[in-house]
C-alpha cells in the first residue's frame, strides 16, 4: 500500500485546503490522472497521481482546510491488496515535521499575533474602541488598492499576472473584476519597459501601481526607477514628477536559491528622490500602500511572500491612512532596543518573549518605513535603553543596520552602554540547501544572542 | 517668451510661410548650437553637451506636423527639440550655464531639461531611457481618451537597446499613440552603425512587432514634415505606434569632448556642402523666389539678436541659490 501525501505546491506552502476530490474510493488510477483539486494561499492546484493503483481509502474528506504538508490524504493499493481501516491508518500518522523554521509563520496568525499586534496599532490614526477584523497582509494590500482605484481614477495597477491570473501571489485577487481591463493590466515579462512605461505614465499624469513579481526581478528595472522615477523631480527643477507606487515582494522566500532571495531595503534606501516602505503588519500594510498611493513621490514598497499568509488585525475605518516615515514602538522596554522591519519584526517578538524569561526588557521598534528613516525614535529609544541592536535579512555591508549604528553611534554616543550590534543574513549569496539556507538567515536565538550581549550577560 | 522662430506648427500643409519658419526654426537651433559650443569653450558651460548642429531638420518637421498639446521626448542631444517645442532660448541657455533661470533652476544641465507647460518631458541622460517614457506617455494619452500623440526621439545607438522592443511591444499591443523617431546620424558615439546594428534599416526595426516603418531624407525638413504628418494621422487615428527613420548627420563630435577621429574630415565636409539642411532650404527659397539673399540675411541677423540676448542672459543670471542644493528632492 503506498500512502498519498499531501503536496507542497508552492516554496513557501506548509498547509493548504484539499478543496476536492476527483477520484474516489475503489477508482483504479494510473501516473497521471488528477485525484484532487488542493487550495493553496496563492491558488487551486490540480494534483496528479504519480503511482498506478486503486484508491484504497480516502483518509481527509473534501472540504477540509489546513492540511498540512507530507500529510497522507489517501492510500493507494496494488492489485489484491485490501485498504485497512481509516482508524489504523490515522494512529500510524507521524506528525508532519516542517524544517523551515526560517519561514514559519504564526499558525494563521490570528489567536498568536492578536496581541502583539493590538499593542503595534495603537496610535492616532485608530481612534479608541475601532473594530478591528482581522485580515491576511495580502488581503490589507489588495484592500489598499481597490479603495484608492475606488477614490480616484487615475489610480491603475500594471504588472505580470496582475489581472487575468490574479496575481502570481494572488495580492490583486478580484481587481480585474473590479476595475476593468483598462486599469488592471497585465504585462509581457519585460520589467525594465513596463517600469518606464509607468514612469511615463505618471509623467503623463496617472498614478500608476507597478508590480514587480518580486523585487528581483525589478533589477532589470532599477535604472527607470533610479533615473527616471527618483531624480527627475530634482533634474526638473521641481516640474516633473512621478507621483507612482513600485510594489512587490522583497527578500528571501524560502528555497528558491541567490538569485530570487535577496533584500534590496538597503539599496533603495540609499536614493534621494524616492521614499521607501517595508511594512511587517497588516494594518501596516494597508495604512501604508494607501499613503504611498496617495503620495506625491515615487515609492519604493517592499512586501513578503512569506508575510502575506499572516493574519493580524485590522482597523474597520472607511479611509485608514498611515503616515509615512515614522517607525512604531511595537513593545516598550527598559533593557535593549531591538529595531526592524518586515517579516525580522515577527523574529523580533518572539525573542523578546525569549529574552521576558531571563528578565531583559526589551523595547521593539518596527521601522515600517526605510526612507524616509525614522532615527529620532530610535535614538530616544536607545537614549532609554541604553543599548541597539538592529535585525534584517539583508546582508550586512551597507546595511539599513549599518546606517542605524552610525547615526546612533553619532547622535546618542554618552547615551550608549555596548556597542550597537547589528544581526543580518550573512555575507554570501542565498544558498539553496535547506541547512545552508537556514544558516544565511537571522534567528530568533541571533537575535537574543546579540541582545544578551549587549546586556552584557551569557 | 523670446523664441520668434520655433513653435509647434499645426499640422497644415507646407506652403511658403511655412518654409520660411522652417528655414528660421532650423537656423535658431544651429546659431543656438554653436553659441552653446562658443560658451563650452570658455568654460561657461560644464559637463557633457552634445551639439544638434546638422540635424535640424529631422525636429523642426516634425514638430512642424505635431500639435502643441502632442509630447515630446529625447536623450541628451536635446537644445534643438526644445526649441522645436517653443522654449525659450533663454532658459534652455541658462540651464546650459547652470544657472537659477535656467529651465530646471540649473540643477538639470544641458541633459536634463523638461517644461511641462510646452510638453517637453526632457532631456534624458540615459541612453534608451526615454524610450519606455515616452511609451508610457502615449499610455496616459490612450488612458485618458485623448487623441494627442507621444513623439518619442533617439539615436541609432539607443536603437539597439533592449528596453526599445520591449517598448514596441506593448506599444503595438496596446495601440498605443506614439511615433518612435530614429535620428540615424550614421554614429553611436565612435561607433558607426555599420559596426554595430546587424539590421541598419531602422525602419524596419519594429516589423518583428508590426509595426510599420519608414525612412526619409532627414536632412530635408519638407520631406520629415510630410512624413511627420502621415505619422501623426496614423496615431490620431487609434492605429498604433508608428517608426520614422531619419537618414541625418551630426557635424559636430557626440559631445564637446569627442575629437572625432572615427570618421575623416572630408567626410564631414561633403555633408556640409551637399547635404546641408539650412543651405538646401535657403537655396530653394531663393530659387522659387520666395526670399532674397537679404531677406536670409535679415532672418540670421534677427535670430543671432536673439542667441545673443540668450548668451547674456545665460551670463548674467545668478547661479542657483546655496538653499537650492535640497529643494526639489520630494514634494
Same mark, same amino acid.
Given at each position: 500500500m503506498t500512502q498519498i501525501l499531501m503536496p507542497a505546491l508552492s516554496p513557501t506552502m506548509e498547509e493548504g485546503k484539499l478543496a476536492k476530490w476527483l477520484v474516489k474510493e475503489g477508482?483504479?488510477?494510473? #501516473?497521471g490522472d488528477i485525484l484532487a483539486e488542493i487550495e493553496t494561499d496563492k491558488a487551486t492546484m490540480e494534483f496528479e497521481a504519480v503511482d498506478e493503483g486503486r484508491i484504497g481509502r480516502i483518509l481527509v474528506p473534501e472540504g477540509?482546510?489546513?492540511?498540512?504538508?507530507n500529510q497522507p490524504i489517501a492510500e493507494l493499493v496494488g492489485d489484491g491488496e485490501v485498504a485497512r481501516p481509516v482508524a489504523a491508518a490515522k494512529s500510524e500518522t507521524p506528525a508532519p515535521?516542517?524544517?523551515?523554521?526560517?519561514?514559519?509563520?504564526?499558525?494563521a496568525g490570528a489567536p498568536a499575533a492578536a496581541p502583539e499586534a493590538q499593542a503595534a496599532l495603537a496610535g492616532p490614526e485608530v481612534p479608541e474602541g475601532t473594530e478591528m477584523v482581522t485580515q491576511t497582509v495580502r488581503e490589507a494590500l489588495r484592500d489598499a488598492m481597490a479603495e484608492e482605484m475606488r477614490r480616484d481614477d487615475t489610480v491603475f495597477l500594471m504588472g505580470e499576472e496582475v489581472a487575468q491570473y490574479q496575481g502570481a501571489y494572488k495580492v490583486s485577487q478580484g481587481l480585474l473584476d473590479e476595475f476593468g481591463a483598462q486599469r488592471v493590466i497585465d504585462t509581457p515579462i519585460t520589467e525594465q519597459g513596463f517600469a518606464g512605461l509607468g514612469v511615463g505614465a505618471a509623467f503623463g499624469g496617472l498614478k500608476p501601481i507597478v508590480e514587480f513579481m518580486t523585487w528581483n526581478f525589478a533589477m532589470q528595472a532599477i535604472d527607470q526607477i533610479i533615473n527616471s522615477a527618483a531624480k527627475?523631480?530634482?533634474?526638473s527643477g521641481g516640474q516633473m514628477h512621478s507621483p507612482m507606487v513600485f510594489r512587490g515582494p522583497n527578500g528571501p522566500a524560502s528555497r528558491v536559491g541567490a538569485q530570487h532571495s535577496q533584500d534590496y531595503s538597503a539599496w533603495y534606501a540609499s536614493v534621494p528622490g524616492i521614499k521607501v516602505v517595508a511594512p511587517y503588519f497588516a494594518a501596516d500594510a494597508k495604512g501604508l500602500l494607501k499613503a504611498a498611493i496617495r503620495d506625491p513621490n515615487p515609492v519604493v514598497f517592499l512586501e513578503n511572500e512569506i508575510v502575506y499568509g499572516r493574519s493580524f488585525p485590522v482597523p474597520k475605518l472607511d479611509d485608514f491612512v498611515l503616515p509615512i516615515g515614522k517607525a512604531r514602538v511595537v513593545k516598550e522596554g527598559t533593557s535593549v532596543t531591538i529595531v #526592524?522591519? #518586515?517579516?525580522?519584526?515577527?523574529?523580533?517578538?518572539?525573542a523578546a518573549e525569549k529574552l521576558a524569561a531571563e528578565g531583559i526588557d526589551a523595547e521593539l521598534i518596527d521601522l515600517r518605513t526605510l526612507r524616509p528613516l525614522d532615527t529620532e525614535a530610535v535614538i530616544r529609544s536607545v537614549r532609554k535603553t541604553n543599548r541597539l541592536v538592529t535585525v534584517e535579512q539583508g546582508w550586512p555591508v551597507c546595511s539599513i543596520g549599518s546606517?542605524?549604528?552610525a547615526v546612533v553611534t553619532q547622535e546618542a554616543f554618552d547615551w550608549l552602554d555596548a556597542p550597537p550590534t547589528k544581526v543580518t543574513g550573512k555575507d554570501v549569496p542565498m544558498p539553496y540547501a535547506a541547512n545552508l539556507e537556514k544558516l544565511a538567515l537571522p534567528t530568533v536565538d541571533d537575535i537574543v544572542r546579540a541582545a544578551k550581549a549587549v546586556c552584557y550577560r551569557s | 517668451m523670446e523664441n520668434p522662430a520655433a513653435s509647434k506648427g499645426n499640422g497644415a500643409g507646407s506652403n511658403s510661410a511655412d518654409l520660411k519658419k522652417f528655414y528660421s526654426d532650423m537656423l535658431l537651433i544651429r546659431r543656438f548650437e554653436e553659441k552653446a559650443g562658443q560658451l563650452y569653450g570658455m568654460g561657461l558651460i560644464g559637463g557633457f553637451c552634445h551639439l544638434y548642429i546638422g540635424q535640424e531638420a529631422v525636429v523642426v518637421g516634425m514638430q512642424a506636423a505635431a500639435r502643441p498639446d502632442d509630447q515630446v521626448i529625447t536623450a541628451y542631444r536635446d537644445h534643438g527639440h526644445m526649441l522645436a517645442c517653443g522654449m525659450d532660448p533663454k532658459g534652455v541657455m541658462a540651464e546650459l550655464t547652470g544657472r537659477q533661470s535656467g529651465y530646471s533652476k540649473g540643477k538639470g544641465g544641458s541633459m536634463h531639461m523638461f517644461s511641462e507647460e510646452k510638453r517637453f518631458y526632457g532631456g534624458h541622460g540615459i541612453v534608451g531611457a526615454q524610450i519606455p517614457l515616452g511609451t508610457g506617455l502615449a499610455f496616459s494619452n490612450k488612458y485618458r481618451g485623448n487623441d494627442n500623440v507621444t513623439l518619442t526621439y533617439f539615436g541609432d545607438g539607443a536603437a539597439n537597446q533592449g528596453q526599445v522592443y520591449e517598448s514596441f511591444n506593448m506599444a503595438?499591443?496596446?495601440?498605443l499613440p506614439v511615433i518612435y523617431i530614429i535620428e540615424n546620424n550614421q554614429y553611436a558615439m565612435g561607433t558607426s552603425v555599420e559596426r554595430a546594428s546587424s539590421q541598419a534599416d531602422f525602419s524596419k526595426r519594429g516589423s518583428s512587432f508590426n509595426i510599420p516603418g519608414e525612412t526619409i531624407d532627414g536632412m530635408d525638413v519638407e520631406a520629415v514634415f510630410d512624413a511627420g504628418r502621415r505619422a501623426v494621422a496614423h496615431c490620431r487615428a487609434g492605429k498604433g505606434p508608428i517608426i520614422l527613420e531619419m537618414k541625418t548627420y551630426r557635424y559636430r563630435g557626440h559631445s564637446m569632448s569627442d575629437p572625432a577621429k572615427y570618421r575623416t574630415r572630408e567626410e564631414v565636409q561633403e555633408v556640409r556642402e551637399k547635404r546641408d539642411p539650412i543651405e538646401h532650404l535657403g537655396n530653394k527659397l531663393m530659387s522659387q523666389g520666395l526670399a532674397t539673399a537679404e531677406d536670409l540675411k535679415a532672418i540670421d541677423?534677427?535670430?543671432?539678436?536673439?542667441?545673443?540676448?540668450?548668451?547674456?542672459?545665460a551670463k548674467e543670471s545668478p547661479e542657483p541659490d546655496r538653499a537650492e542644493l535640497y529643494t526639489d528632492v520630494l514634494a
Open positions: 477508482d483504479t488510477v494510473k #501516473s477540509t482546510e489546513g492540511v498540512k504538508v515535521e516542517t524544517k523551515r523554521e526560517v519561514e514559519a509563520p504564526k499558525k527627475t523631480r530634482y533634474m #526592524s522591519y #518586515s517579516i525580522c519584526v515577527g523574529q523580533i517578538l518572539e546606517e542605524l549604528c | 503595438e499591443l496596446w495601440k541677423q534677427d535670430i543671432r539678436n536673439v542667441v545673443n540676448h540668450a548668451s547674456d542672459f
